[in-house]
T-cell receptor, first 111, second 116 residues
Framework: QKEVEQNSGPLSVPEGAIASLNCTYS??????FFWYRQYSGKSPELIMF????GDKEDGRFTAQLNKASQYVSLLIRDSQPSDSATYLC???????????FGAGTRLFVKA | EAGVTQFPSHSVIEKGQTVTLRCDPISGHDNLYWYRRVMGKEIKFLLHFVKESKQDESGMPNNRFLAERTGGTYSTLKVQPAELEDSGVYFCASSQYSGPNTGELFFGEGSRLTVL
């Protein structure tokens, strides 16, 4: 079992729709959870982080964390073509300070 | 403020040769990480420096890989001798914070290594 699992996609949504990206992780002791966006040929950049169960909203982005289910999600409202990228779920295992990444979900937003 | 810089951006070498990748983290960031992405796979952790000390090198594939961070500033990752399976994009990242709630990782653009 991979430590961080994501559906590789591609996920295709029309412009203006809600894109829902999901991630599960295996280490129940994981402390911190991140969503990075990576455009093709570019480096990953952080868009959201969440530490506590529940929802965290930042503009059009909402991160959701359910530690009991070991599940993290990212919702992108009013999706724009510029949101088309690979979204990486990352989990920090705590203690050893290591951040583990999923393989990423490719998102396409159609104009 | 300059971001994380990596050099070279792309290196093509033959099997058995040596390559050295360099990373300059953001000034003041004590934490420096090396990751590798092989095509189609996840970004895999290689190792973590706190200043000049190796905090965690559990992800280093084998003893052909050697990372250093002399003086706690820039870091180098040497692959010697390179094998075909070492091909991929090597990312360096730095961060200001550490601990259970590790802060944001700032990534460099990556060094693409192709071993022929």
């Amino acid at each position: 079992q991979k430590e961080v699992e994501q559906n590789s996609g591609p996920l295709s949504v029309p412009e203006g729709a809600i894109a829902s990206l999901n991630c599960t992780y295996s280490d129940r002791g994981s402390q911190s959870f991140f969503w990075y966006r990576q455009y093709s040929g570019k480096s990953p950049e952080l868009i959201m982080f969440i530490y506590s169960n529940g929802d965290k909203e930042d503009g059009r982005f909402t991160a959701q964390l359910n530690k009991a289910s070991q599940y993290v999600s990212l919702l992108i409202r009013d999706s724009q073509p510029s949101d088309s990228a690979t979204y990486l779920c990352a989990v920090n295992l705590g203690g050893g300070f290591k951040t583990i990444f999923g393989a990423g979900t490719r998102l396409f937003v159609k104009a | 403020e300059a971001g994380v810089t990596q050099f070279p951006s792309h290196s093509v070498i033959e099997k058995g040769q040596t390559v050295t990748l360099r990373c300059d983290p953001i000034s003041g960031h004590d934490n420096l990480y090396w990751y590798r992405r092989v095509m189609g796979k996840e970004i895999k952790f290689l190792l973590h420096f706190v200043k000049e000390s190796k905090q965690d090198e559990s992800g280093m594939p084998n003893n052909r890989f050697l990372a250093e961070r002399t003086g706690g500033t820039y870091s180098t990752l040497k692959v010697q001798p390179a094998e075909l399976e070492d091909s991929g994009v090597y990312f360096c990242a730095s961060s200001q914070y550490s601990g259970p709630n590790t802060g944001e990782l700032f990534f460099g653009e990556g060094s693409r290594l192709t071993v022929l």
